[in-house]
C-alpha cells in the first residue's frame, strides 16, 4: 500500500474509533497534535497534494496510538469511568505480575499478550452487537 494511501486510511480509522468513544477529531484537532498546520495536513491527504512519506506514517501512528487500537480515554478528571479504568488496570497489572512469575517472562510481554486478548474479545463483542 502506498504511503499516502495508508495515512487516509489511518485518519479514518482514527477518526472512527473516536466517534465509538465519544469524541469528535477532526482534521484541525489531528493537524495540532502533530504540530503541523491543517492546510499541510489536507495537502498530504489530498489529491493530488503532497508526498505521504514513511515518515508522515510513522509520526502519524505515533500521536494517534490510542484512536488506532480502539482505546478512548474519557475527559475530565471527575468522569466516573476513570475509577473504573484504574481498577481494570490495576488488576491487569497484578495479573501480568503473576503471570510473569509462574511463565518465567517479562512482565511487559504478558501485557502485550493481555493487551491483544482484550483487542479480540473487545471486536467479538462489537460484532455481536
Do not use: C
Not at 61 to 83: C, Q, T, V, Y
Amino acid at each position: 500500500m502506498k504511503n499516502k494511501e495508508q495515512l487516509q486510511k489511518l485518519v479514518e480509522t482514527a477518526k472512527i474509533n473516536a466517534k465509538v468513544g465519544g469524541v469528535k477529531l477532526r482534521n484541525e484537532d489531528i493537524a495540532k497534535r502533530m504540530g503541523i498546520t491543517r492546510t499541510y495536513l489536507s495537502d498530504l491527504l489530498g489529491e493530488p497534494g503532497k508526498d505521504v512519506t514513511s515518515k508522515h506514517v510513522e509520526d502519524f501512528k505515533a500521536h494517534f496510538k490510542d484512536e488506532l487500537g480502539g482505546i478512548i480515554k474519557p475527559s475530565g478528571p471527575s468522569n466516573e469511568l476513570n475509577r473504573e479504568r484504574a481498577l481494570i488496570r490495576v488488576l491487569m497489572q497484578r495479573v501480568a505480575k503473576l503471570e510473569s512469575e509462574r511463565l518465567g517472562i517479562p512482565v511487559e510481554k504478558v501485557l502485550k499478550e493481555l493487551e491483544q486478548d482484550t483487542m479480540i474479545a473487545w471486536k467479538d463483542l462489537e460484532n455481536e452487537g
